[in-house]
């Protein structure tokens, strides 16, 4: 994963107000294998930001690989 990939959580994460399939960005790796997400609405206001493992998430592909390649 890297740095402003489009990531999707593929958990819930309750205390947050955050459900499987929400998305978001990853700014920041935090340590091998944990990111910081930002969660915002389609307005691009901030509802949530926490840190993720990445295996709670996955990430979004908007061009198939053989194009982007």
Same mark, same amino acid.
């Given at each position: 994963?890297k740095? +402003?990939? /489009?990531?999707? +959580?593929t958990?819930?994460i309750?205390?947050?107000?955050l #459900? #499987?399939?929400?998305? &978001?960005? +990853?700014v920041? $790796?935090l340590? *091998?294998g944990i990111?910081e997400v930002?969660?915002s609405?389609?307005d &691009?206001? =901030?509802h /949530?930001?926490c /840190? $993720? *493992?990445? =295996? =709670?998430l996955?990430v979004?592909?908007?061009i *198939?690989?053989a $194009?982007? /390649?």
């Open positions: 994963m740095t +402003l990939e /489009a990531v999707a +959580l958990t819930d309750s205390e947050k107000h #459900r #499987r399939g929400q998305v &978001g960005t +990853l920041e $790796i340590a *091998p990111v930002e969660f609405d389609l &691009g206001n =901030s /949530a930001m /840190a $993720i *493992p990445e =295996s =709670s996955m979004l592909h908007h *198939p690989d $194009i982007a /390649a």
